[in-house]
């Protein structure tokens, strides 16, 4: 009779996946989940963390990362670090606290020197940094955002809104009435803007927020039907100025849909 099979040994854990739980213990912080409008999270001078429990649980990994930093911030303010941080660099650290806390915590979730062999195995594409993301269990905004901040390929990420231009003439917004449409109908058309933007450390030059792109772009073809879409397409958007590749998807952010779009730089097209 032949001895049974041993039994099968727990897989272990991927090295790229940091379990924030196990620094949470070790820690010993309450993390608390609440509805949390407008906020993705925040930690009490009594180290209580709280997540909106409203956002996914990719995004919440993330809040739960930055808060972590907050932490830590909070223990230099405290004192903590005075042995071997001078005034002048606690102030300079608390000026930057929130950009700080956001890159601590993307290097905790997607450590630097596993991100890289992880990204380097193929070329960058929206259907890559998705795998990516779920390898990482992080949202695709953040995925996409280390990949640029690690400057691991020439992108730049554009997040843009259906919207008028701040500075636009609106009678629905302002309350001009009209003897024979709705206010809405003198309105001028909306336009698909930048609303966040995304770049390298090396990139050259600003893309200011609003700047819109025409009806026939692949960013305002992505919005208009729902799906993905990909092509040259013409840009003109601060120092982006000419014909690049574009893969654009629709996103929803706070119940109201955007678009994503990841701009390739190294398909310019002059």
Known sequence: MSNPPPPSLPQPQKPNVVVLNT????????????????????????????????????????SLAHEFMEVMFLAIEAGQADKWLS???VIELTKRKETLCEMGAAELVMP?????????????????????AEECKVSLTATLWRIIEMDLAPLVLIV?????????????????????????????????????????????????????????????????????????????????????????KPVHVDGERRVMSLIYLDREQR
């Open 160 to 248: 843009w809104r259906r919207k008028h231009k701040p500075t636009e003439f609106v009678p629905s917004i302002v309350g001009q009435m009209t003897f024979l449409d709705s206010p809405e109908a003198m309105d001028p058309p909306k336009k698909m803007r930048v609303e966040r933007v995304f770049v390298s450390p090396t990139f050259r030059g600003f893309i200011p927020t609003g700047k819109s792109v025409p009806a026939t772009s692949i960013i305002d073809q992505a919005f208009s039907s729902g799906a993905p879409t990909s092509g040259i397409d013409a840009l003109d958007v601060g120092p982006l100025c000419g014909h690049y590749y574009v893969e654009a």
């Open 112 to 132: 630097g020197h596993l991100f890289r062999e992880l990204v380097c195995q193929q070329p960058v594409t929206l259907a890559q940094a998705c795998a990516l």
């Open 23 to 62: 620094i949470r213990k070790y820690l010993n912080l309450p993390v608390r989940r609440e509805q949390l409008p407008g906020q993705r999270g925040f930690t009490t001078d009594d180290l209580h963390i709280y997540l909106n429990a409203d956002d996914r649980e990719t995004v919440q990994k993330f």
């Open 87 to 89: 005034d002048d660099v």
